[in-house]
């Protein structure tokens, strides 16, 4: 089955600097690839998606860059805030996995004024 | 606004009660998850309904009974449930039951099994 790996565990950040979380997958037929964002006590938000067919995707200051050759996607987060410590977790699925979702561990991002 | 709601928000039951939980949306999406999560650690699949009928369970104990009474409603029947199972349990809804399309979470019900 596929498997997700994400790194770092932790990450701080001081404020306004940039994040970067990294993920690679096994599964070459995976196609499909969210990132979630969990504050404590919430539950996990969609921010961004990305599919197979497409390199990188935008959304204001969150980008996701994948590459199918390596089998790795990474997010980036620029001009942080305060706001944007939480969880975050990739995933990965298959187009015919009844919408089952491979999940990485998390990281921790704290972002300090 | 949260779009697939759940109740109850928290429940705190003993190792021999019946309880069920209970997740709602009103999306119009086909396909609904059950997800538990541990602290600190990722969401777990638990089962996938997609057009109310059950496609993926992952060997999860009888003692958890899902049920989907319509493609709105989703419930999850708890049985003599074991100290380890307390957790967040999260349902989640997306358009279809496929592997390319956003799934979106509720806020979850708190578990705690004395």
């Known amino acids: 089955g596929e498997n997700v790996e994400q790194h770092p565990s932790t990450l701080s950040v001081q404020e306004g600097d940039s994040a970067v979380i990294k993920c690679t997958y096994s599964?070459?037929?995976?196609?499909?690839f969210p990132w979630y964002k969990q504050e404590l006590g919430k539950r996990p938000q969609l921010i961004i998606d990305i599919r197979s067919n497409v390199g990188e995707k935008k959304d204001q200051r969150i980008a996701v860059t994948l590459n199918k050759t390596a089998k790795h996607f990474s997010l980036h987060i620029t001009e942080t805030q305060p706001e944007d410590s939480a969880v975050y977790f990739c995933a990965a699925s298959l187009r015919d996995s009844w919408g089952k979702l491979q999940f990485g561990a998390g990281t921790q991002v704290v972002v300090t004024p | 606004d949260t779009e697939v709601t759940q109740t109850p928000k928290h429940l705190v039951m003993g190792m021999t009660n019946k309880k069920s939980l209970k997740c709602e949306q009103h999306m119009g999406h086909r396909a609904m998850y059950w997800y538990k999560q541990k602290a600190k650690k990722p969401p777990e699949l638990m089962f996938v309904y997609s057009y109310e009928k059950l496609s993926i369970n992952e060997s999860v104990p009888s003692r958890f009974s899902p049920e989907c009474p319509n493609s709105s409603l989703l419930n999850l029947h708890l049985h003599a449930l074991q100290p380890e199972d307390s957790a967040l349990y999260l349902c989640?809804?997306?358009?279809?039951?496929?592997?390319?399309?956003?799934?979106?979470f509720g806020d979850g019900t708190r578990l705690s099994i004395l």
């Open positions: 989640a809804s997306s358009p279809q039951g496929m592997g390319n399309q956003p799934q979106h």
């Open positions: 599964d070459s037929a995976s196609n499909y």
